[in-house]
């Protein structure tokens, strides 16, 4: 299997090195080979037919900055655009930064890989958040797969266990703390009894928050996430205009102090029942949905199984690139099932 990487930061750079570090194990347990034939960042590309040396790659970006400046094989200035068209891949991975505002530069790329016939497999929550009905229409009319176990829990299996798990059962609910900033800043609230601005500050300072938190903060990265389990999960086609967002900015120190004399943590909580909302509630510290620091937990109510709750680390390069390998394995499943 082919394979063109768009985007090399965090998640794509673990990637490779997953891909480097395990090939053995993949031929032997699984019989696949993938081989990585070009990558593309946001300042040039590099591409090799025969597959790229990932060490040697993960070196010149760690050292250039750009994978364009790869020996001879390196092209400053290519462009995603051109990348899909030129490279003889079978899929493409997807990790370009998440912009739920526009989509972009998920969007387009995943658009133009699945009209080059490109199976994909996406960790960018912006393109399902804004367009996922239509781009799962778009991926079935060019007969392609269209994977994205990353985008909602990092590598916990949250989307892969509501799918095939429950797949027998009719998924009424869903519950869920769905993002790790916001949970650690309220955990700070509670644990140091600071108010939200300080708290804040710890998540910065720890690299749990970006330099612009909003997406996090503000609840629109729950909300993308619910969009997605609403859309894939309950067969709801839904996008974020249906979610009413309210982010954790106003929570105070008392706020958090009076939740705690109650036995219980306030958190910010995503929800799907008849509608969707996401905002900071109070959660019993004897829920098993009450996780702390940056953990996700989500709780599926189903009509047979009822409450079952899925916890684990929400992020992290290394956990998602596993998410992504997954999705390819499961794409080499699909295909070899015709
Ligand atoms: N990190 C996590 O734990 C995690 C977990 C789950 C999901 N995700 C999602 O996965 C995606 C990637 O996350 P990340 O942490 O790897 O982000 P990141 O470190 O910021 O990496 C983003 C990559 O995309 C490249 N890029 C940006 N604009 C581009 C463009 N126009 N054309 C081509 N490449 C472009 C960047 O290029 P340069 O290297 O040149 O800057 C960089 O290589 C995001 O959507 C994120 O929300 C991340």
Redesign the pocket.
């Known amino acids: 299997m082919r394979i063109l990487q768009?985007?090399?930061?965090?998640?794509?750079q673990s990637f490779a090195e997953l891909l480097s570090n395990r090939r053995d194990d993949l031929v032997s347990r699984f019989g696949i080979n993938p081989k990585v034939v070009g990558i593309?960042?946001?300042?040039g590309g590099v591409i090799d037919p025969k597959g790229l040396d990932l060490e040697g790659v993960l070196e010149v970006k760690r050292k250039k900055?750009?994978v364009g400046a790869y020996l001879d094989k390196g092209l400053k200035g290519l462009r995603?655009a051109e990348a899909i068209k030129e490279v003889e891949a079978e899929v493409m991975v997807e990790?370009?930064?998440?912009n739920v505002m526009t989509g972009e530069?998920?969007l387009s790329n995943i658009e133009a890989a699945f009209k080059e016939g490109l199976h994909v497999v996406t960790?960018?929550?912006?393109p399902l958040a804004l367009a996922l009905p239509a781009l799962a229409e778009l991926a079935e009319h060019n007969r392609v797969h269209f994977l994205f176990s990353?985008?909602v829990g990092?590598g916990t299996p949250i989307l892969d266990f509501g799918r095939k798990c429950l797949s027998t059962d009719h998924i009424l609910a869903i519950k869920g703390i769905l993002n790790g900033t916001s949970n650690f800043i309220l955990d700070q609230m509670e644990e140091c009894g600071c108010e939200y601005d300080v708290a804040l500050r710890k998540a910065e300072e720890q690299g749990y928050s970006e330099e612009d938190p909003s997406l996090d903060v503000d609840g629109w990265d729950t909300a993308s996430k619910l969009v997605i389990m609403a859309n894939w999960l309950m067969g709801r086609e839904v996008t974020l205009a249906n979610v009413e967002v309210k982010g954790i900015r106003e929570v105070t120190r008392e706020d958090v102090r009076a939740a705690a004399r109650r036995g219980r943590s306030v958190k910010l909580v995503g929800s799907i029942a008849d509608t969707m909302e996401v905002k900071p509630e109070e959660v019993d510290w004897t829920d098993p949905m009450c996780v702390r620091g940056v953990m996700n937990a989500v709780r599926f109510t189903s009509e047979f199984a009822g409450d079952e709750t899925v916890a684990g680390r929400g992020?992290?390069?290394m956990?998602?690139a596993s998410a992504v390998l997954r999705d390819i394995l499961e794409v080499r499943e699909r295909l070899a099932r015709g």
Do not use: I, L, Y
């Not at 768009?6 to 794509?12: L, Y």
């Not at 593309?40 to 300042?43: C, F, G, L, T, Y």
């Not at 990790?95 to 998440?98: A, C, F, N």
């Open positions: 768009v985007g090399f930061g965090t998640v794509g593309v960042d946001s300042r900055g750009t995603v990790s370009t930064p998440t530069p998920g960790t960018n929550k912006g990353g985008t990092g992020a992290g390069g956990e998602t």
